[in-house]
């Protein structure tokens, strides 16, 4: 257990859907992350929420929608996704850069497939 | 951002030390060296992290070159449940505010096998 959780854990989403990730955290953080990670690729950033404002958009198509209305909890929304995008989708929290130890915490990911 | 290199994969057997190296000839004189890892079906975790001292926690010790261009990961004594992919990244120091310094760039890392 790291603090951190995600719901659901496993997701089939035909191309039309809308569905949302979630992501909660436990562990008094101010940053929030969505991360991708695709199969035989590296970890790729996606967004991150700082005291929850946007303060990164990795170059993420719009089907991908996040949204952060508190500290604890963050959402990806998605939308007319394409089966590309089937990945692990994982959430992460730390504290704000500058405010002592920054390691990154991150949660057992979400599996999305996509048909 | 510098870059670090690793081998690929390495393999170790049960209760034996593991060395696992990694690259980065370009740090800067600030840089942090991270690492984490990755077990199978589970997101990364953090393992340790240092400047130029060699730094221990309960998981690992990391022994950094006094050039700072290369640094070690030891697990003393692997145990089945080590066996992750490991990632060498190197960050912005923590008091550094700043958007640079939230990001976390993971490589491809070294996938470690331990044998029974």
């Known amino acids: 257990e790291t603090g951190v959780t995600q719901t659901p854990r496993h997701l089939v989403m035909g191309m039309t859907n809308k569905k949302s990730l979630k992501c909660e955290q436990h562990?008094?953080?101010?940053?929030m992350y969505w991360y991708k990670q695709s199969a035989k690729k590296p970890l790729e950033l996606m967004f991150v929420?700082?005291?929850?404002?946007?303060?990164e958009n990795n170059s993420v198509p719009s089907r991908f929608s996040p949204e952060c209305p508190n500290s604890s909890h963050l959402f990806l929304h998605l939308h007319t996704l394409q089966p590309e995008d089937s990945a692990l989708y994982l959430c992460?929290?730390?504290?704000?850069?500058?405010?002592?130890?920054?390691?990154?915490?991150f949660g057992p990911g979400t599996r999305l497939t996509v048909t | 951002d510098a870059k670090t290199t690793q081998p690929n994969s390495m393999e170790s057997n049960e209760e034996e030390p593991v060395h696992l190296p990694c690259n980065h000839s370009?740090?800067?004189?600030?840089?942090?060296i991270h690492w984490y890892r990755q077990l199978p079906s589970q997101g990364p975790e953090y393992v340790i992290h240092?400047?130029?001292s060699n730094v221990n926690n309960r998981m690992a010790s990391l022994a950094i070159a006094e050039d700072r261009k290369s640094s070690t990961l030891i697990l003393h004594r692997a145990t089945l449940r080590d066996a992750a992919v490991y990632y060498c990244?190197?960050?912005?120091?923590?008091?550094?505010?700043?958007?640079?310094?939230?990001?976390?760039?993971f490589g491809k890392g070294t996938l470690l096998t331990v044998n029974p």
């Open positions: 992460a929290s730390s504290r704000i850069p500058g405010q002592g130890a920054y390691e990154q915490y």
């Open positions: 240092g400047l130029t």
């Open positions: 929420y700082s005291l929850e404002e946007r303060v």
């Open positions: 990244i190197l960050r912005d120091p923590p008091h550094l505010r700043g958007g640079s310094n939230y990001k976390l760039t």
């Open positions: 562990l008094g953080h101010n940053a």
């Open positions: 370009t740090i800067s004189g600030t840089d942090y």
